[in-house]
């Protein structure tokens, strides 16, 4: 959508992920039994056509908003960054109306000779110099950003970004897209009738081949999901073939019918398959009937674990129930362990535009200890994280993908953008996955605490180094200038070696966990699968069969 609107005629699913957080399409159609009417700038028809008149120019669309919530963020300066310009607007004046000083009181006061009374004058600013005090940071940040850039795949922007990783006492995360994969997968299974039998060539396995093979030609984003669960059985297909490509998925005899609000129907191998929601089952046949009380505790179970159900009828009985659902990534979970650890001590909370249902469950699944924030539109995202980083006292970060995430991004005391995710949210931000691994997060504050020591360590050498030469300058006759000059490059020299230690030592994720962030999703999905109580059997019904 190029502008904001509203619908004028047709009807589509419209996914608002990137805006508003939602993780399931939205419906949009310019009848209100269909659909909502508006909708928004930057999000994408996902399926179906729409014909919308406009409300709005771009500049006042809900993406310019946000855009401009941004640039009003990124004005403000960091404590930190003030006191820094404060320091150096007054110190060098200080040194050298300080030098002139001493040089009149050694003249005109003590009556020293000219030349004794101009060398200690100059020794004075020369030992004064700042240069290590101005290194001691920069050198160890740079060091820090180039090891975390070439061990991590972490892009950190500036120093003051460094600086605010170090400080971090509360994590905000986004959802969608960041937290979990941003698409749904198939997660759970529960075959009925012929096809109760479990997981193989005759069971659960023989149903979603034929499922998959109606889906396939369906447009509906789930479509894609079921699909791509499917692949498994028709591998197993063609392996047990002997390797034939026409056990794969069977093609459609007759044409597809989408009914809307239902699902889609078609004749397969035979055999009448169709694929939709619980309305399926809506008929008064003593068929239906039956398979209405089958299907109805195990829609209850799934829906209290936010988990979005799909019915499978063949040849009008119900043959299997796939339970669908944006699940977390597999780094997800160590990502938050590691994060809310006693080494790290940061409280995760998630900000999120999506339901509070399907929120709620993965903040429950990954045990997030700050809590859960859902049905967030940005500028309400923006006002949760304000408040957080009142009652925090500071240090609160933010973690985002989409346009929504991009003015808490820039407000955080340091904003962390998915590498996947929109333009604007990486432009807001301060760190950027470049990998999309969330357990690089704990490593990079581990690497900028390390940082924050060098630099208080640097900060000590320097001082006391400077401050030992000013004592002497002011307390000994005998200061000659070359002992203004070594002091000061010794300082210089020892705080270089000291910060370029960073850029040797290697930055490790910790090995506890061996899931890599650029597996194919499939992998993630399945580390997911073994941690989650969102997507385990257990939680649902003890004989569920899951993936």
Request: with cysteine; charged share 20%; proline share 3%.
């Amino acid at each position: 959508m190029p502008v904001d609107g509203v619908v004028v005629k047709g009807r589509a699913l419209v996914d608002e992920s990137a805006v508003t957080g939602e993780s399931l399409p939205v419906a949009k159609a310019a009848r209100a039994k269909f659909g909502a009417s508006g909708v928004i700038g930057g999000t994408v028809v996902a399926n179906g056509y729409l014909e919308v008149r406009s409300t709005a120019v771009a500049r006042e669309s809900a993406a310019a908003r946000i855009a401009d919530a941004v640039a009003e963020a990124q004005a403000s300066s960091s404590p930190t960054a003030q006191l820094v310009d404060t320091f150096a607007k007054y110190y060098t004046p200080a040194v050298v109306l300080g030098a002139i000083a001493l040089f009149c009181a050694l003249r005109f006061v003590a009556k020293a000779p000219l030349r004794s009374s101009l060398t200690r004058a100059l020794t004075l600013v020369v030992a004064a110099c700042p240069c290590a005090l101005v290194m001691a940071a920069p050198i160890a940040v740079a060091c820090t950003v180039a090891s975390t850039a070439r061990d991590l795949g972490v892009l950190i922007k500036s120093g003051a970004s460094v600086e605010a990783l170090a400080g971090m006492r509360a994590l905000c995360m986004d959802k969608t897209g960041t937290l979990t994969l941003g698409k749904f997968t198939v997660v759970a299974t529960r075959g009925f009738g012929e096809f109760g039998g479990g997981r193989g060539a005759e069971g659960i396995d023989a149903a979603l081949r034929l499922a998959a093979a109606v889906e396939a030609k369906s447009r509906h984003p789930l479509a894609s999901a079921i699909v791509e669960a499917s692949i498994g059985c028709v591998a197993l297909g063609i392996e047990d073939a002997g390797g034939d490509l026409n056990a794969g998925l069977p093609l459609l005899t007759e044409r597809m019918i989408t009914t809307a609000g239902v699902g889609v129907s078609s004749t397969v191998e035979g055999r009448a398959v169709a694929v939709g929601s619980h309305r399926l089952l809506a008929t008064e046949e003593a068929a239906a009937v039956d398979d209405r009380a089958l299907a109805a505790p195990v829609l209850a179970a799934w829906d209290k674990e936010a988990l979005t159900p799909v019915l499978v009828t063949i040849d009008g009985r119900l043959a299997l129930m796939l339970a669908l659902a944006d699940a977390p990534r597999g780094t997800a979970f160590d990502a938050v362990a590691e994060l809310q650890g006693r080494v790290t001590g940061v409280d995760v909370v998630m900000l999120t535009g999506d339901r509070a249902a399907p929120a709620e469950a993965t903040a429950r699944a990954l045990g997030l200890r700050g809590g859960c924030f859902a049905e967030l539109l940005p500028a309400e995202k923006l006002a949760r994280l304000e408040a957080l980083k009142l009652s925090a006292g500071g240090g609160v970060g933010m973690v985002g993908d989409g346009i929504n995430d991009a003015p808490a991004l820039a407000a955080s005391d340091v904003g962390i953008a998915m590498g996947s995710g929109l333009a604007l949210a990486a432009d807001s931000a301060d760190v950027v996955l470049l990998s999309d691994n969330l357990r690089a997060i704990p490593a990079a504050i581990a690497a900028a605490r390390a940082c924050r020591t060098v630099v208080r360590t640097n900060i000590a050498i320097a001082a006391a180094v400077k401050l030992t030469m000013v004592a002497l300058v002011l307390g000994w006759r005998g200061t000659q200038l070359w002992m203004g000059v070594v002091s000061d490059v010794g300082a210089l020299l020892l705080v270089t070696l000291n910060g370029t230690r960073l850029l040797g030592a290697k930055v490790v994720i910790s090995p506890n966990v061996n899931v890599s962030a650029d597996v194919e999703a499939g992998g993630e999905v399945a580390a997911a699968r073994e941690k989650s109580p969102l997507l385990s059997s257990a939680t649902v019904t003890p004989d569920f069969n899951t993936f």
